[in-house]
């Protein structure tokens, strides 16, 4: 596992030559319920009066590039960007921070927030940015390149991907994770195991697989859930999760072991890691999710970047007492 920094007085980082800290956010209006006003007045609260918040809200437009737009404030002196939004927000703020020494922030009003989850952070919007502005730790956190795109978190291709795709805007908004539980179990009622090829660092597979999963964090997205154990965001390598079940003893019994920490006793569930690339196709094209959003149909080619973005999590002490917590490392 890479390091974690702690920094015991973050907010001296922050300060420009005037003693001013900038803070640059990137909201998604449609993910949750907070506007740009409840962000910034829950900002000036913990970082103060004297801090410069500047709110940039998304519009979905064709066209819309939140990764130049976070380039273009890197350069202009942010000395700190977060992404105030679910997954696919933070995605696109941290493609425009790969390889930057500036640290992103995350402030999770979406839906289901899984990489937020996958670090331990607050899920409120105060508490979110008291982390921004108070004793934190830096984690060094590696990425996928698919598509010329970067993503941080997980690529889903099978029930996954049909769930987020098929999941309407309006019922996330009112019914949240209710709203994906439910897809997914009319996807999966019916659905049949696709061929899939895997090509990983060398390694070849033929599998007939009800998903396959490259992640980088474990979350699954409903606490307790987790794609398996020992997949941290942070070791310099991505896990590729195959899951086969087909019948109703098989769907139990995944359960049971996913609950029980014990994915890799279960015979329907295998898994490979590989630290350079990975290239995926299935027998009919199917679509695939990056980090939450539809990227498109497969095949697909991943390039594995280590250690790729700077990411604000708890304080290393703070983070060992929390279940489950993947980082852990203190300098």
């Not at 105030?84 to 922030?105: K, N, R, Y």
């Not at 987020?164 to 009112?174: M, W």
């Not at 949240?176 to 061929?195: F, S």
């Not at 609950?259 to 490979?272: A, H, T």
Request: overall charge negative; aromatic content about 4%.
């Amino acid at each position: 596992m890479s390091e974690v920094i702690e920094l015991s007085n973050p907010l001296s980082e922050l300060e420009d030559s005037e003693g001013e800290q900038r803070v640059f956010v990137v909201l998604n209006p449609m993910a949750g319920s907070c506007t740009a006003d409840d962000v910034r007045e829950a900002l000036k609260r913990n970082f103060g009066e004297s801090a410069e918040i500047d709110i940039y809200e998304t519009t979905g437009a064709e066209g819309e590039d939140v990764a130049d737009i976070v380039r273009k404030e890197a350069a202009k002196g942010a000395r700190l960007i977060a992404a105030a939004g679910g997954d696919g927000t933070v995605s696109e703020v941290a493609e425009g921070l790969i390889g930057s020494d500036i640290p992103m922030g995350i402030i999770p009003v979406g839906t289901a927030n899984v990489f937020a989850r996958e670090l331990s952070l607050p899920l409120t919007l105060d508490q979110s940015c008291a982390l921004l502005a108070g004793e934190q730790s830096i984690a060094h956190i590696d990425a996928m390149k698919a598509n010329d795109k970067y993503f941080v978190l997980q690529i889903g291709i099978g029930i996954d991907s049909l769930m987020i795709r098929d999941t309407e805007r309006q019922a996330k908004r009112r019914f949240g994770r209710a709203a994906y539980i439910w897809t997914a179990l009319t996807r999966l009622v019916g659905y049949q195991p696709v061929r899939f090829t895997i090509a990983a660092d060398g390694q070849r597979l033929r599998p007939r697989a009800l998903q396959v999963l490259i992640a980088n964090g474990g979350v699954l997205g409903i606490p307790p859930f987790r794609w398996g154990p020992n997949i941290t965001p942070d070791d310099g390598r991505i896990d590729v999760c195959i899951v086969s079940a087909r019948t109703l003893l098989d769907y139990v019994g995944l359960v049971w072991h996913t609950l029980l920490g014990q994915q890799r006793r279960d015979r329907n569930v295998r898994y490979i890691a590989a630290r350079n690339s990975i290239t995926i196709s299935a027998d009919i094209p199917l679509p695939i999710q990056a980090d939450g959003e539809i990227l498109g149909d497969t095949p697909i080619q991943i390039q594995i970047v280590p250690h790729a973005i700077q990411v604000i999590v708890p304080p290393a002490a703070q983070a060992d007492a929390a279940p489950g917590t993947p980082i852990a490392a203190v300098a």
